[in-house]
C-alpha cells in the first residue's frame, strides 16, 4: 500500500515492474545511474530496503552488462534471471556485448532500458534513438511499454508483460534459455512525490488496485514441460474448459479426452478433429451470450486450452470477477484481458492420465462424481435447451448463417474443410450446434483475410479426404491469385465454397454496423466489388456453379470434389446483424423461461 496519496504514474509504473520482478525470482539487479531511469532506481532502493533484492550500482553500462550476466549464471551451474537496467540513450546500446554473450550462452539476462515517451521518437529529442529492437534477433523476447499518463485501474498488463519476459528468459516458453529485453518508457516527473519518511524511495508506491497476487505469488505462474508431470493441472469443481486454435490434432484430441475425463462443460471453437466439437456443448459459443444465466451459473475456473480468438462471450467469461483463469499453451500463451493466473504446457494434458496425488487433485472417484455434479448437469442442460429452440425455429435462409449449417450438414463425415476469417467461421460458431466437418483449418495465427484460396489449395493437395473451402466474398477475391495453377503443376480436388454477399459482411455485425451508422457505412466499411465471380472462374479455367437455395447447395456440397471448382451462392449481408441478434435473443429467451 503506498505511503502517500501523491503517486506519479511513472513512480507506480516503476514499482509495479520492480514488485513483479521479485515475485517472479529475480534477487539480484544492476543498476546504472541515470535521469529518464531515475523511477526504476527509486523503485529498486525500496526494494532492497525491504530485503527483497540485493541491488547493485555500476557506472559504467558495458561493465554492468557482464557483471549480471555473471550473476545470472551463478556458482551453482543453475542460470537464474538477473535484471540489468540503463538510461536512455548510448547507455542501452552499451549492453549489446553482455546480451550477444547471455544469447549464445543461453543465460537469462533481463534488460530494462528506459526511454522517454513514444512521442518524441523521431523528433530529435535529447537522449532518444530507437531502442525497441536495438539488440536484434539476440533477444528472446520484447516488449515496448508506453509511458502512462494516469493509474491504470489494474496492475494487470503491467505485471503480465513481466511474467512473460521471465518466461523466456528462463526457456519455460519454448526455446532455450537467454536474453530479453524490455524497453519502459517514463513520463515527468521522474522522481516520486516524498514520502511520510521524508525521502523519495522509503517504500514500493503500489497502490491497492495495482497490487499483486497474494501471498506474493506471481501474476502468472508458468509450469515448464518438465514439471508438467506433477501434479498436471489441479481439480476444480466448477470448472467451464474453452479449446480454441490448437497445433495439431493430437493436442486437440488429448484437450477434449481431459476435459471429458473430468467431467467439465466445455465450450469450443470449430477448429481441429471433430472430437473437439462433438465432445462440446452444443451451440457452447451461443450459450455464452445468455450473459444473464452466465452470471447465474459462472464456473469458479475457467481453464482455456489453446487461443480463442471469435467471441467476445468467451472474453467476458474470462473476465468476470471472481473467475480464475487458467491457460494451457505451448510457447506464448494467449491472455490479451491480462487475467491468466497460471499457465501449463499441453504436456500437463497427458500427465494428468497418471493417477493424481489425493491431496492435490483429489481420487478418482471425486472426479469421475463430478461429471455427474448438479453445477456441470445445468451447462449440459443449457446447451441441450439452446440446440433445442435452435433446431426448432430454424435459421434465416437468406442469411449466412443458414449456408454455414447447410455446408456442415452436407459434408462428408471425414471431410477436411478450410474456413475464412471473417463472417463464415462466426456463422460456423454460432449456427452450427456440433462438429462441422472431420477437421477444419484456419489461419487464426493472425486471423487475416489474405491467402485463403492458396492455403485450401495446399490442404487438398497433402490430404487424403475430401477437401473443401468456405470463404467469404471479399476473402477469395483477396487471393484470387490461388486460382492460378500452371498446367504441369498438381492440380488438387478441391471444392470451395463463396458465401457472396458482395462486400464486408462482417463489419454489419460490428459497431459501424449499427443502424444509427448507415450514412456512412456502404462506401468505407461495405466496400461492394460487383465482381462476376463466374467470369473471373472462367478466365483462370475453375470449373464455377452457382447455387440458387440451400438444398442446391447442399447438393452440389455433397458431391465428391473432383479439380478445382467454386460453389457460389449469394446471401443478404444487410441480414447478418439481425439474424445474429436474433439468435442471440433465442438462447437469452430459453435460458430464462
Given at each position: ?5 501523491l503517486?506519479?504514474?511513472s ?18 539487479v544492476?543498476?546504472c545511474?541515470?535521469?529518464?531511469s ?5 523503485a ?21 552488462g ?49 526511454d ?40 494487470g ?20 534459455a ?10 515527468d ?9 521524508g ?36 481439480f476444480v469443481?466448477r ?13 486437440a ?15 469450443a ?13 452444443p ?34 467469461v ?5 473467475v ?14 491480462h487475467?491468466a ?12 492420465a497418471v ?6 487433485v ?8 463430478q ?26 435462409e ?25 463472417n ?21 495465427g493472425?486471423?487475416?483475410i ?8 495446399g ?6 479426404s ?11 477475391l ?27 459482411g ?30 473471373l ?33 449469394s ?14 435473443a ?8
Amino acid at each position: 500500500m503506498a505511503e502517500s496519496t501523491l503517486v506519479t504514474p511513472s513512480a507506480a509504473f516503476a514499482s509495479v515492474l520492480v514488485d513483479e520482478l521479485v515475485r517472479g525470482g529475480v534477487r539480484d539487479v544492476v543498476l546504472c545511474p541515470g535521469s529518464r531511469s531515475a523511477p526504476l532506481a527509486y523503485a529498486l532502493l525500496a526494494a532492497e530496503r525491504d530485503g527483497r533484492l540485493r541491488l547493485h550500482v555500476r557506472v559504467d553500462e558495458r561493465s554492468a552488462g557482464f557483471l549480471a550476466l555473471g550473476l545470472a549464471r551463478g556458482g551453482s551451474g543453475s542460470p537464474r534471471p538477473v535484471a540489468v537496467v540503463t538510461t536512455s540513450g548510448t547507455a542501452v546500446a552499451n549492453l549489446h556485448p553482455a546480451v550477444l554473450e547471455a544469447h549464445h550462452g543461453g543465460v537469462p539476462l533481463v534488460v530494462l532500458s528506459a526511454d522517454r515517451p513514444h512521442e518524441l521518437r523521431g523528433t530529435g529529442a535529447n537522449q532518444t534513438t530507437a531502442q525497441p529492437g536495438i539488440f536484434g534477433r539476440a533477444t528472446r523476447w520484447s516488449a515496448d511499454l508506453p509511458a502512462p499518463e494516469v493509474l491504470p485501474t489494474s496492475g494487470g498488463p503491467w505485471r503480465s508483460v513481466v511474467c512473460r519476459a521471465l518466461a523466456a528468459a528462463r526457456g519455460v516458453t519454448g526455446g532455450a534459455a537467454g536474453p530479453v529485453h524490455l524497453d519502459v518508457a517514463f513520463r515527468d516527473p521522474l522522481v516520486p512525490e516524498l514520502t511520510d519518511r521524508g525521502s523519495p524511495g522509503g517504500g514500493l508506491v503500489i497502490d491497492d488496485a495495482l497490487a499483486g497476487r497474494p501471498d506474493g505469488a506471481p501474476w502468472v505462474v508458468v509450469v515448464g514441460p518438465s514439471e508438467a508431470l506433477a501434479p498436471g493441472i489441479s481439480f476444480v469443481e466448477r470448472t467451464l474448459v474453452v479449446i480454441g486454435d490448437l497445433p495439431s490434432a493430437s493436442v486437440a484430441r488429448a484437450a477434449a479426452d481431459w476435459a471429458l475425463g473430468r467431467g467439465h462443460p466445455v465450450v469450443a471453437e470449430p477448429f481441429g478433429p471433430s472430437v473437439v466439437r462433438a465432445s462440446a456443448l452444443p451451440h457452447g459459443p451461443l450459450l455464452l451470450t445468455a450473459s444473464r444465466w452466465v452470471s447465474e451459473h459462472l464456473p469458479e475456473r475457467v481453464v482455456v486450452i489453446g487461443r480463442p480468438t471469435l467471441s467476445r462471450a468467451v472474453a467476458a467469461v474470462l473476465r468476470a470477477p471472481g473467475v480464475l483463469v487458467e491457460v494451457v499453451a505451448d510457447g506464448l500463451w494467449a491472455d490479451p484481458a491480462h487475467v491468466a493466473s497460471r499457465v501449463h504446457p499441453f504436456a500437463a494434458l497427458e500427465a494428468d492420465a497418471v493417477p493424481p496425488e489425493p491431496d492435490s487433485v483429489g481420487d478418482r472417484e471425486g472426479i469421475s462424481a463430478q461429471s455427474t455434479s448438479g453445477w456441470a448437469e445445468a451447462w449440459q442442460a443449457a446447451g441441450a435447451r439452446v440446440a433445442e429452440a435452435v433446431a426448432a425455429q430454424g435459421l434465416p435462409e437468406s442469411g449466412g448463417l443458414a449456408v454455414a449449417a447447410a455446408v456442415a450438414s452436407a459434408l462428408p463425415e471425414d471431410a477436411v474443410l478450410v474456413v475464412g476469417s471473417s463472417n463464415t467461421v462466426r456463422d460456423l460458431d454460432l449456427g452450427v450446434a456440433g462438429a462441422v466437418a472431420g477437421h477444419v483449418v484456419a489461419n487464426r495465427g493472425l486471423a487475416g483475410i489474405d491467402g485463403l484460396v492458396s492455403t485450401a489449395v495446399g490442404v487438398a493437395l497433402t490430404s487424403p479426404s475430401p477437401a473443401y473451402a468456405l470463404l467469404g466474398d471479399l476473402t477469395f477475391l483477396h487471393d484470387s491469385g490461388g486460382l492460378l495453377i500452371g498446367p504441369g503443376e498438381p492440380r488438387p480436388d478441391l471444392s470451395i465454397i463463396v458465401a457472396n454477399d458482395d462486400g464486408g459482411g462482417i463489419f454489419t455485425t460490428l459497431e459501424p454496423g449499427e443502424p444509427e451508422r448507415s450514412d456512412t457505412f456502404e462506401r468505407i466499411f461495405g466496400t461492394p466489388t460487383g465482381t462476376d465471380l463466374g467470369a473471373l472462374c472462367l478466365a483462370h479455367g475453375v470449373g464455377h456453379t452457382r447455387a440458387d437455395s440451400l438444398d442446391a447447395l447442399s447438393a452440389l456440397v455433397a458431391q465428391a470434389p473432383e479439380g478445382l471448382r467454386v460453389i457460389e451462392i449469394s446471401v443478404d449481408r444487410g441480414a447478418h446483424r439481425s439474424a445474429h441478434e436474433e439468435l442471440r435473443a433465442l438462447a437469452q429467451h430459453v435460458l430464462q423461461a
